[in-house]
């Protein structure tokens, strides 16, 4: 009688293993991230945005840059895009952890309109990432800033969905263990 009480939990516990087992073989992996210009005419601007990159071929040992197919960000008023990227954009990885984008917009023909930027990543860590940019000089003649920022891992549906079903089914065998009266 114990094993037939059990089924619908170990049921639930293979679904949620093979269920895992595939969000993890995800290919696109979506982040926002979100910064504040520290110096600079633009200092006190906040920029975010969000960016995808194929990370199938991520491994813990990896270190090298893998390409954006996603890319869009707002400082201010301004939009920047993969299109108006001067470089492939790319995701830079250091012993599998992400180090930062890559990604150079210096085409702007009105710095007074549209700041040029560039994200560096750290060398070694995320920790020494930035964002660069120029603009026109304000009054003091400064003409550039950096800034920090910040990345977050936008969690898949399924995952969600998957995290959703294990409270759900940690809430039943609650329920059903509670002593009743």
């Known amino acids: 009688m114990r094993s037939i009480r059990t089924l619908p939990l170990a049921a639930a516990l293979a679904v949620a293993a ?7 073989t995800a290919r696109a992996e979506d982040f926002t991230f979100q ?86 990543p750290g060398f070694d860590s995320f920790a020494g990432a930035f964002l660069a940019y120029v603009t026109l000089p304000d009054a003091s003649g400064a003409s550039a800033g950096f800034g920090d920022y910040t990345v977050a891992v936008v969690p898949e549906p399924a995952a969600i969905a998957l995290w959703l079903a294990g409270l759900a089914g940690v809430a039943a065998v609650v329920r059903r263990r509670r002593p009743k009266g």
């Open 18 to 24: 093979i269920t895992a087992t595939v969000t993890t």
């Open 35 to 120: 910064g504040l210009l520290a110096d600079g005419p633009l200092a006190g601007l906040t920029f975010s945005g969000t960016f995808s990159v194929d990370i199938s071929g991520l491994t813990p040992t990896f270190a090298g840059e893998l390409p954006l197919s996603a890319f869009t960000m707002q400082l201010g008023a301004k939009t920047y895009t993969l299109a108006t990227a001067d470089l492939a954009p790319s995701a830079a990885f250091v012993d599998g952890s992400l180090a930062g984008l890559a990604y150079i917009d210096a085409d702007s023909t009105d710095l007074g309109l549209r700041p040029q930027v560039a994200f560096i």
